[in-house]
């Protein structure tokens, strides 16, 4: 029975991370330019809150596994790189705009490159292991948008980080689903 509220409580984080997601996507494809602006508190929010829910469905009451592990780091850096977004306004004073971007494209990189291993790793993930893959995908790609796409083409930015938010919303929203059906 605790099981069966474990498993319902972690769907249910793992749907509301996807329900952020959509709607930080929505807000950016049709307010484009102000989406530019606020990307900076919507995107370092998403990120700190991400790997915040992230570190709740963290199971610490098995013997911590390697796949444990890379997700525990996979959230704390998800966690700091939220922090250097919404704290880049006192940041700027010590980094310009590109080294603080390049930072946060490099932490987001590192997110999804880790999260890509642990379903390799993890063998109570295996059951999710493509869309743990897609999701590692979708967070690497953004993190190299940031880091290689130049400030200068925002938009294009912006258009191509929505697309990556919504693919994974999806996925997050898939993994909801699934946890909940494997009660």
Do not use: C, H
């Not at 979708?138 to 693919?167: D, E, H, N």
């Amino acid at each position: 029975m605790a099981e069966g509220k474990t498993k319902r409580f972690e769907a249910t984080l793992t749907a509301l991370r996807g329900i952020l997601i959509v709607a930080a996507a929505l807000v950016a494809f049709f307010y484009p330019a102000q989406a530019v602006q606020l990307l900076v508190l919507v995107g370092g929010g998403l990120l700190l809150v991400d790997g915040v829910l992230g570190m709740v469905t963290i199971d610490r009451s098995v013997p911590r596994t390697t796949g444990q592990t890379l997700g525990l780091t996979r959230n704390l850096l998800s966690i700091a790189a939220g922090v250097i977004v919404l704290a880049s306004g006192f940041l700027a004073s010590v980094f310009t705009l590109s080294a603080l971007t390049w930072i946060v494209g490099l932490l987001a990189l590192l997110v999804g490159l880790i999260e890509m291993a642990s379903s390799f790793l993890d063998s109570d993930r295996q059951t999710r292991l493509w869309p743990t893959l897609v999701g590692g995908a979708v967070y690497a790609a953004f993190g190299l948008a940031l880091m290689f796409v130049p400030l200068s083409s925002a938009a294009t930015l912006m258009r191509f980080a929505t697309i990556l938010m919504l693919a994974y919303a999806l996925l997050l929203f898939y993994r909801a689903w699934r946890i909940r059906a494997a009660r």
